[in-house]
């Protein structure tokens, strides 16, 4: 995915600071809006992970900081649910005036809450998607329970929420406490995607139960069994991605859309993004991930570039193979490529440790089955070495570089 650091104005005229994630070599067929946890951020790479998932499926994603948090302007303590509501507004104007209007909301924890009170006011809003998100906004005071009593005596009291200070007041127990989500949720009558986890120790499975009851059909609830609140493991807000992606598919219009591929004199488009190996390549129409194993410091999401190479080769030969038989009419059954790279020394060395004296090999092991004499067998096997692919790995190749600006 390609980031945008983008930024617009809250209600207030505060700047709130955004992340636009958008689709490699494509524009976006439709726009998401994340709204994040209580106190979280748009950084938080659960959030990273699910926009991922999305871009690949050719969404553009705008994930921002609310008013007082993160990179954000105003202060957390005059804000409360209502304003957190007013910026994903703000986030929708924004995305309207710059590129188009959002057909999807996502929301995580009090931020789902907050899209389905938004998602109520926006007519263009297609689809809401929410994780871990409570029945009602006041839900959030249990992780301050200790300090309510002080803050309706003195106004306000400052509290810590997961190792941070922050100043509750009590106009924010007053604005959530008025919310009333039960009859939002029933009149909204949009396709909704409800994701919680059994375990979820900071807001209970039964808010997923109140909410699915609440709201009408189509509705749907996916369960994040194993999964903490924050979707802390990898492979959670991955599979958390994934799964809004290919619902969505089904219910945000003009999604499946091809034409808006940006037309382009090259082939292959990859992109690497910042602190990470993880690599999205496209390829016409079709989408791979490439990266390294966790040993050299990659997530392991996807195959090495070696990898890929040799995968090329093993295609290429398979593919050539199965063409010659059947110019041939040769019973081939199936042909299956195994195969492995590895750098040997050319020759027995003094100086081993010098690059210059290894080379590079690449493994190939062939199983061929059909009804094939030993003649047709020993043809194919020769025919093997002529794919193209082996044909460009033996042959001097000039790759050209340039810069693009």
């Known amino acids: 995915m390609k980031s945008e650091k983008v930024s617009f104005k809250n209600s207030q005229g505060q700047e709130l600071s955004a992340i636009l994630e958008l689709p490699l070599d494509q524009k976006p067929k439709a726009f998401a809006i994340f709204a994040h946890c209580f106190t979280c951020g ?4 659960t959030i990273k992970n699910i926009a991922r998932s999305l871009t690949r499926s ?3 994603v705008l994930r921002f900081d609310f008013t007082g948090l993160g990179e954000s302007e105003g202060d957390f303590e005059d804000t409360n649910f209502t304003s957190n509501v007013q910026d994903i507004q703000a986030a929708s104007d924004w995305l309207a005036h710059t590129h188009a209007k959002p057909k999807l909301l996502i929301g995580h924890s ?9 998602s109520s006011q926006m007519e263009h809003v297609e689809a809401i998607a929410t994780i871990g998100a409570p029945f009602s906004p006041d839900h959030v005071q249990h992780l301050f329970s200790s300090s309510i009593d002080e803050i309706l005596e003195t106004g306000e009291s400052e509290v810590t929420i997961a190792g941070r200070k922050f100043t509750i007041k009590d106009s924010f127990l007053k604005d959530v406490k008025g919310v009333k989500m039960e009859s939002v949720i029933k009149e909204l009558r949009k396709p909704l995607l409800i994701l919680h986890s059994p375990q979820d ?3 209970g499975i039964d808010n997923a139960a ?3 009851q609440a709201a009408m059909h189509p509705k749907s609830f996916i369960s994040l069994d194993g999964a903490d609140h924050l979707l802390s493991k990898q492979e959670d807000s991955l599979y958390t991605g994934q799964v809004i992606a290919s619902w969505a598919t089904r219910y945000v219009k003009d999604l499946t859309d091809a034409s808006d591929v940006i037309k382009t004199d090259h082939k292959v488009a990859v992109r690497t993004g910042s602190g990470t190996f993880t690599t999205e390549i496209v390829v ?3 989408q791979l991930t490439a990266d390294e194993p966790a040993s050299v410091g990659g997530n392991d999401f996807g195959p090495t570039p070696y990898d890929l190479l040799s995968a090329a080769l093993g295609a290429c030969t398979s593919m050539t193979l199965q063409m010659y038989a059947s110019r041939k009419d040769w019973d081939l059954k199936e042909v299956v490529v195994h195969l492995n790279h590895k750098k040997d020394h050319v020759t027995d060395c003094e100086n081993c440790e010098d690059p210059k004296t290894k080379i590079d090999v690449i493994q190939r092991k062939i199983s061929i089955e059909g009804d094939l004499d030993e003649k047709q067998i020993k043809r ?9 692919v082996h044909k460009t790995l033996n042959s001097p190749v000039e790759i050209k570089t340039e810069l693009i600006r």
């Open 42 to 45: 748009k950084n938080l790479l």
């Open 58 to 60: 050719g969404f553009g």
């Open 110 to 118: 009090l931020g789902g809450a907050a899209v389905l009170f938004a």
């Open 201 to 203: 120790t900071v807001v």
């Open 210 to 212: 109140d909410i699915y």
């Open 284 to 286: 016409g129409h079709h």
């Open 380 to 388: 194919l096997m020769q025919i093997a070495d002529k794919c193209p």
